[in-house]
């Protein structure tokens, strides 16, 4: 199983950009994720999580603009940005929680990180 971030690009302030954390292999059902966001020179931070539930947390700078949300499978989670500004440029990474069965039928719990999307806010 991989995840796989994807979405990200180039968009001027105050555009929206909507990128997506899928796995392949298997059919992993997501039960609990995190977006991350790791500028140049700065340390990784959580930007916004879902949990099994579906209770969502968000990092004050994203409060009011960003909105996580996973699809009704559980395959797909997304994070929709809006009013993007310069300084949400980073690579975005993603971090999902869930299970996946295998050839045999039994559930295997996992946790994985995706390998990052770069989302770039320049005009």
């Known amino acids: 199983v991989q995840l796989q971030a994807s979405g990200g690009g180039l968009v001027q302030p105050g555009g929206s950009l909507r990128v997506s954390c899928a796995a392949s292999?298997?059919?992993?059902?997501?039960?609990?994720a995190g977006w991350y966001r790791q500028a140049p020179g700065k340390q990784r931070e959580l930007v916004a999580d879902?949990?099994?539930?579906?209770?969502?947390n968000y990092a004050d700078s994203a409060k009011g603009r960003f909105t996580i949300s996973r699809d009704n499978a559980k395959t797909t989670v997304y994070l929709q940005m809006n009013s993007l500004r310069p300084e949400d440029t980073a690579v975005y990474y993603c971090?999902?929680?869930?299970?996946?069965?295998?050839?045999?039928?039994?559930?295997?719990?996992?946790?994985?990180w995706g390998q990052g999307t770069q989302v770039t806010v320049s005009s």
């Open positions: 971090s999902a929680e869930g299970y996946y069965y295998t050839e045999n039928g039994e559930p295997v719990m996992a946790r994985y």
């Open positions: 292999g298997k059919i992993f059902r997501i039960n609990a």
């Open positions: 879902i949990t099994s539930g579906g209770s969502t």
